[in-house]
């Protein structure tokens, strides 16, 4: 057998059901390398599949989209799929914008700016005390075999009045974490992915990845 051949039976391609750049960088850091018995992981996301259409996510809770885009990966690129959904849920505004949060301002695309922006309107002369929210992620896994894995993640802290921080993505820095006393936008990459929703539901995930 070719050393080229031996090398490919070594490998193992998992896609991320995203095309997020931020969040491709956050994962890279998270998920693991290899599995138990010694394949390399190798990681593509939808953007190594532009001829793929947009994935409808339809669902009513973050775990329905988190499922509904792993199993799209897996029947539309013939790949193991990892996908996540994820929402923040502010007290005040009773869990909103949750499952809607990438599609706060508009319905039919995400617009980080606008999305923050409602926030802020939604919340003006609203007390510190009464700005609680928390982020949650869902990891879903979609299998050849039909299996199907879900994990959780969360993550405490509040709103702010306005932003601090250049780090992070969509909520990142108008989310106060007191723990840290820092938004998620002020913090390390390593600071944020030890603490943060989407690092806990893909830290538990992965725990399936390396079984392979």
Not at 107 to 116: F, Y
Not at 148 to 156: D, H, T
């Amino acid at each position: 057998m070719k050393e080229s051949n031996k090398n490919y039976y070594k490998i193992m391609e998992i896609l991320l059901s995203t095309a997020n750049p931020h969040k491709v960088k956050e994962l890279l850091k998270i998920l693991p390398v290899k599995t138990k018995t010694g394949k390399v992981l190798v990681y593509k996301t939808l953007a190594d599949f532009p001829s793929l259409p947009p994935v409808t996510e339809d669902g009513k809770t973050l775990e329905d989209n988190a499922k509904i885009k792993a199993v799209f990966g897996l029947t539309k690129a013939g790949l193991i799929t990892l996908a996540d959904d994820t929402g923040l849920m502010v007290d005040f505004l009773n869990g909103a914008p949750g499952v809607n949060s990438a599609r706060y301002a508009y319905a039919d695309r995400c617009d980080n700016k606008a999305n923050n922006e409602k926030l802020l309107k939604e919340l003006s002369g609203v007390p510190a005390a009464k700005r609680t929210a928390h982020f949650k992620t869902v990891a879903a896994l979609a299998l050849p075999t039909g299996q199907l894995f879900s994990e959780e993640g969360k993550v405490e802290g509040r709103i702010l009045t306005d932003y601090k921080g250049t780090g992070g993505f969509g909520y990142d820095a108008l989310f106060f974490v007191p723990k840290f006393n820092k938004t998620l936008a002020e913090m390390s990459e390593d600071e944020k992915n030890s603490i943060s929703h989407r690092g806990e539901a893909f830290r538990k995930i992965s725990k399936y990845l390396v079984e392979l």
